[in-house]
């Protein structure tokens, strides 16, 4: 056999081994896509997940401060109206005593000021007098 009749068939399989060549290069490139696309999905869905429990949780947090909040202000409340109702009972009380009228004297009102301002600021402790 001459070089020009093995020509034909040696292309022929030279095209063939191309072809099959081609042809894995393409189911292979297809199985990557489909692995890689499954791995986003599943990436894709656990960000999604880890988002909502952020977001529940900052939900949470938030109806919690809000009942504290809420706590602390009838707490407030309650304080000034009892307060208003000690100072009515006081008025009450005093009403034409005799010592009720007289001066204060301004050490005395000095130092129940300063007394009332550590109470408000929060310093005050127990009183050793």
Not at 11 to 27: E, I, K, M
Not at 38 to 56: E, F, N, P, Y
Not at 64 to 85: C, P
Request: glycine fraction near 6%.
């Amino acid at each position: 056999m001459s070089w020009r009749t093995l020509l034909p068939l040696a292309a022929g399989g030279f095209l063939l081994v191309a072809f099959f060549l081609w042809f894995s290069s393409q189911r292979y490139n297809a199985g990557y896509q489909s692995a890689d696309n499954a791995w986003q999905i599943k990436w894709h869905k656990r960000d999604a997940d880890s988002s909502m429990v952020i977001t529940a949780n900052v939900l949470k947090e938030i109806s919690l401060f809000n009942t504290v909040m809420e706590a602390n202000r009838d707490a407030k409340q309650k304080i000034t109206l009892e307060s208003q109702g000690a100072t009515e009972d006081i008025k009450t009380a005093v009403t034409g005593d005799g010592c009720a009228i007289r001066s204060i004297p301004a050490d005395a009102v000095k130092r129940l000021r300063e007394h009332a301002d550590r109470i408000r600021s929060g310093t005050a402790g127990t009183n050793s007098r």
